[in-house]
């Protein structure tokens, strides 16, 4: 498996699988729940059910990598998005919408409530 580095300022890593057609993103960061689970085109009725186990940052995470053109499936783990694509479709327009999605979820996981004492 080839390591891709990415220079972002929240970390993302991309391997590249031994079938072209496959890419794992990994963050330094949880981005789900702890779980994994896999979600493929066309999306099954349960699915919205399950999004919700994956936690709010999770769910949204897999729904939009899940609304790109391109993509047919997803495994989701903590620190981990495996992605399938479309044979037919490059990795460049995917691969930097799949790197803009991570950032904006590890961003807002860095975000913490404070509470006001009233």
């Known amino acids: ?8 300022d929240w ?4 391997y590249l699988h031994p079938n072209p057609e496959i890419r794992s993103f990994l963050t330094n ?3 789900s729940a702890y779980r994994v689970e896999k979600f493929k ?7 919205e059910h ?3 186990q994956l936690g709010v940052i999770g769910a949204q995470v897999a729904k939009e990598i899940l609304a790109l053109q ?7 783990k903590p620190k981990e998005i495996r992605i399938k694509k479309e044979i037919s479709s490059s990795w460049e327009t995917i691969e930097k919408k799949v790197v803009e ?5 590890l961003r807002r996981k860095q975000i913490k409530v404070v509470k006001r004492r009233g």
């Not at 498996?1 to 972002?8: G, L």
């Not at 970390?11 to 991309?14: A, G, M």
């Not at 999605?101 to 979820?105: G, K, Q, S, V």
């Open 70 to 76: 391109d993509v047919n499936e997803i495994h989701i």
């Open 1 to 8: 498996m080839e390591k891709k580095k990415n220079t972002i």
């Open 101 to 105: 999605i991570l950032t904006r979820a």
């Open 29 to 31: 960061t949880e981005i």
């Open 41 to 47: 085109k066309p999306l099954e009725k349960e699915w």
């Open 50 to 52: 399950t999004l919700k």
């Open 11 to 14: 970390q993302v890593e991309i």
